[in-house]
């Protein structure tokens, strides 16, 4: 079956330092892995996604996203955080059957100055 | 282009109650979803059209319908509200083909606030 792993609940990070959000799924085929982000009352916004090919992936708001097939991983990280970066970040694999997302149980994000 | 739409924003029910929540989804996308999301549970998969039929659906019990109507507009109903039926319920607008179809892209709404006392 289908999951997300999202090991960290909440990660505190100071402005201008990197992060990485870490990430693992569990599933049989190619999979098709998302990363999301939610800010507080919103819904959710694409940051990148990965489909095949190569595996550093780049997304919006200078996140990107390496593919590890061989670690079932698939991690977020940023350069340099802003503190608008605070928010939840969800972890999501996607299924061929219909439309279908698993998601991580998501990581909170907190920006000090 | 106007993304995807969900009303109402917010609302408050009472238990035994019933709701009906929209979705609009992008102009020219066939496929919705449905999602809750709760602090306990996380973001759970309730069910998916397409082309007003359903074509996926997650582990909720009969309460929980939806349906599509030819526009692609979309709509959920919970019947007998309960109150761990509190919670944030997103609408997910796609073209419909294939999640790892490279043109696929997968746009959420701002959701629905349920409240139930």
């Known amino acids: 079956a289908q999951s997300v792993t999202q090991p960290d609940i909440h990660i505190t990070v100071s402005e201008g330092a990197s992060l990485e959000l870490r990430c693992n799924y569990s599933y049989g085929a190619t999979p098709y892995l998302f990363w999301y982000v939610q800010s507080p009352g919103q819904g959710l916004q694409l940051l990148l996604k990965?489909?095949?090919?190569?595996?550093l992936v780049q997304g919006i708001k200078g996140f990107e996203a390496e593919f590890k097939r061989s670690q079932s991983s698939f991690n977020l990280r940023k350069p340099s955080v802003h503190w608008s970066d605070a928010a939840e970040y969800f972890c999501a694999v996607g299924s061929n059957t219909g439309n279908q997302f698993y998601f991580g149980t998501g990581t909170s994000l907190t920006v000090i100055p | 282009k106007a993304g995807v739409t969900q009303t109402p924003r917010y609302l408050i029910k009472t238990r035994g109650q019933q709701v009906t929540l929209s979705c609009s989804p992008i102009?020219?996308?066939?496929?919705v979803s449905w999602y809750q999301q709760t602090p306990g549970q996380g973001l759970q998969f309730l069910f998916e059209?397409?082309?007003?039929?359903?074509?996926n659906k997650g582990n909720f019990p009969g309460r929980f319908s939806g349906r599509q109507f030819s526009n692609s507009r979309s709509e959920m109903n919970v019947s007998t509200l309960e109150l761990g039926d509190s919670a944030l319920y997103l609408c997910?607008?796609?073209?419909?083909?294939?999640?790892?179809?490279?043109?696929?892209?997968?746009?959420f709404g701002e959701g629905s606030w349920l409240t139930v006392v």
């Open positions: 990965y489909f095949s090919g190569d595996t």
């Open positions: 102009s020219g996308h066939r496929s």
């Open positions: 997910a607008s796609s073209s419909g083909f294939r999640m790892g179809y490279s043109g696929n892209t997968i746009y």
């Open positions: 059209y397409f082309s007003e039929t359903q074509r």
